[in-house]
């Protein structure tokens, strides 16, 4: 039988031992107002979108045949919209961008292997792979409702290659190949993103084509970024094909991933404005600007940057918005054509960044009219010549140490061909019927074209 005294010692000690641990230290909270909150502790983050779906993620591991780099007791620390986890030869970080958070493996240690970086992920919804790069988190219905996806390495040199994300029990998996490691430029970055699944894919459902672009600088080691963006989010519902175009710019900025692996961003930044760049165009006040690339041009240090602009309002774009298919006076809505104004054409102007602050600017009187022929005008800009560009086709260019090679390709008096399903419900499908050639043109960096443009091929 114990005694009391025992008893009244257990008691003591327990009651010591309670008084003398510290307390957990309190999560640390951020919230993006209208998509998400997260709340970051030691033993991982956990995020929240706005619409309700959660999921938590634990405290990650870098795996490697030789080693395994695991997580300690690091309480989180943040700086501005980074949350970061601090780790020996490694680090994880969270950036809070707007439409979901940005997780950031960062490893400074020199590892010449495979690497697969697991960490556990706790949510009431299933995780389901949807691809080799894609999982999405599904509610009891089966409905996606957040996704991890479209994940990335970047070296110190600038080298990038897309990973594969795989589902292993209740962990994720981000797998970094032997080939990539062994020729490294350390510190290397691993960066995917977790959001919902409306905010994470807009471009491909609302843009049609890619709509961001970057290009290296080797010599003061930065990336440019170009992207087109719609200012003007106009309900009219009179030309719904391409009514996203109203309003849309050119917006560039230059950024930098440093020796610690820290992203830097350039331009002026702000609280409510974190990432507007700058913007390039349209040319022609007025003019929507769309589909943008970029070239890096090592002689000169500076960029080229084209892509199609039109005038959004025309109306007679490839294939009208509405048609009256079976001619019963009742007009369709026509949403599977290419919606791009019929006038498009490719423009360009030259571009630099300062190397410490890493501000953008146009180089001045560089802006020119790639693809218009003689005789040509904004609203016209085949001129003489009847052959449009195709807008949904980006231009391709490169540098050859002495001018600009530009290559588009162009549609021949293109029509819409009307294919009326015989099925209850009328159902329409549109096509292209159009000849097309490729074509390129010489620009050098005096800003005026050294040549008219040249047929490559040509289909009549």
């Not at 930098?256 to 990432?275: F, M």
């Not at 010549?385 to 195709?390: Q, R, T, V, Y």
């Not at 549109?430 to 490559?456: N, W």
Request: with cysteine; hydrophobic share 40%.
């Amino acid at each position: 039988m114990r005694s009391l005294g025992s008893c009244f010692t257990a008691l003591l000690s327990l009651s010591l031992g309670f008084v003398g641990r510290e307390p957990a230290a309190a999560p640390l909270s951020a919230e993006m107002p209208g998509a998400y909150t997260v709340q970051a502790r030691v033993s991982g983050l956990e995020f929240t979108s706005a619409q309700g779906p959660s999921l938590e993620f634990g405290r990650a591991r870098v795996c490697a045949r030789s080693l395994v780099m695991g997580s300690s007791e690091t309480a989180p620390s943040r700086d501005g919209e980074r949350i970061r986890y601090a780790e020996d030869g490694w680090s994880e970080e969270y950036w809070l961008r707007r439409d979901g958070v940005e997780q950031v493996f960062i490893i400074d240690r020199p590892l010449r292997e495979e690497v697969v970086i697991r960490f556990p992920v706790r949510s009431e919804y299933r995780p389901v792979a949807l691809d080799a790069r894609t999982v999405a988190f599904a509610d009891d219905d089966g409905r996606n409702r957040l996704l991890y996806k479209d994940a990335l390495v970047l070296d110190a040199g600038g080298r990038i290659r897309n990973l594969s994300v795989a589902v292993e029990g209740d962990e994720l998996a981000i797998r970094v190949p032997q080939d990539y490691m062994a020729a490294a430029v350390f510190p290397v970055v691993v960066d995917p993103l977790v959001g919902t699944f409306e905010t994470l894919s807009p471009a491909g459902g609302l843009w049609r084509i890619p709509g961001v672009h970057l290009a290296w600088n080797s010599k003061d080691k930065y990336y440019l970024s170009v992207w087109h963006q719609d200012i003007v989010f106009n309900s009219s519902t009179t030309q719904p094909p391409h009514n996203w175009l109203n309003g849309s710019i050119i917006r560039a900025r230059a950024l930098r991933v440093n020796a610690a692996g820290t992203v830097q961003l350039g331009d002026p930044i702000t609280g409510s404005k974190p990432y507007v760049g700058v913007t390039l165009g349209p040319i022609t006040a007025g003019d929507a600007a769309f589909g943008p690339r970029v070239r890096y041009n090592p002689t000169m240090n500076e960029f080229l940057v084209a892509w199609s602009e039109g005038q959004w309002t025309d109306a007679t774009i490839f294939g009208s918005a509405t048609t009256d298919l079976d001619n019963n006076g009742i007009v369709e809505f026509s949403y599977a054509q290419d919606p791009y104004p019929s006038n498009s054409r490719i423009v360009g102007l030259r571009v630099t960044a300062d190397p410490t602050t890493l501000a953008v600017s146009k180089v001045g009187g560089s802006e020119i009219e790639v693809s218009m022929g003689i005789g040509g005008t904004t609203a016209n800009p085949s001129g003489t010549d009847n052959s449009a560009i195709h807008p949904s086709i980006l231009p391709v260019f490169s540098w050859d140490g002495l001018q600009y090679v530009i290559t588009w390709q162009t549609l021949e008096s293109p029509v819409i061909g009307a294919i009326e399903n015989a099925n209850p419900g009328y159902q329409y499908r549109h096509v292209f019927r159009a000849q097309g050639r490729a074509r390129y043109r010489l620009y050098d960096t005096t800003g005026t074209p050294s040549s008219t443009f040249v047929d490559l091929s040509n289909a009549k």
